[in-house]
């Protein structure tokens, strides 16, 4: 099994949003791929209530796909996590790059970023519409190599 790691700010949102979609699609196709997801700076996510963004249960929900009772807490990436995987996806080019620069300044040119922004940018349905395209799209690249 290859396994992508989708990092955001603080795994509570878009990156959480991106591993539980593009597992459950995976799952249904029978592709060999599983993502993770971690945070870059959980420290930023003081005001997040909860495991996961209401925002993300529901859009998941109104995909089909259900969360469990015990849903993991955000977790903030560590360098083994990029070591244990075969693709890294930064969900945001303008504001993660910086952090990973900081953070992970070997890997910053072994990420591949993607430009979806945060609630505070850009609305939840937006953000996360155009999420699950890129995932759809990530899917079939990945089923046609």
Not at 35 to 53: M, P, W, Y
Request: hydrophobic share 45%; proline share 2%; aromatic share 10%.
């Amino acid at each position: 099994m290859k396994k992508i790691l989708f990092l955001c700010t603080g795994n509570y949102y878009r990156s959480r949003f991106a591993e539980h979609l593009f597992n459950w699609i995976a799952a249904k196709q029978g592709l060999e791929w599983q993502v993770v997801s971690r945070g870059l700076a959980l420290e930023r996510g003081i005001d997040n209530i909860g495991a996961i963004s209401q925002y993300a249960i529901e859009a998941l929900k109104q995909r089909g796909v259900t969360l469990l009772e015990n849903e993991r807490f955000p977790q903030q990436v560590l360098e083994e996590d990029f070591h244990a995987v075969d693709m890294v996806i930064a969900l945001d080019e303008l504001e993660h790059r910086p952090l990973v620069l900081e953070r992970f300044p070997k890997w910053l040119d072994r990420v591949e970023y993607w430009l979806i922004h945060d609630i505070d940018k850009t609305s939840a349905s937006e953000a996360l519409g155009k999420l699950e395209k890129h995932l759809l799209q990530l899917i079939e690249k990945l089923t046609q190599s």
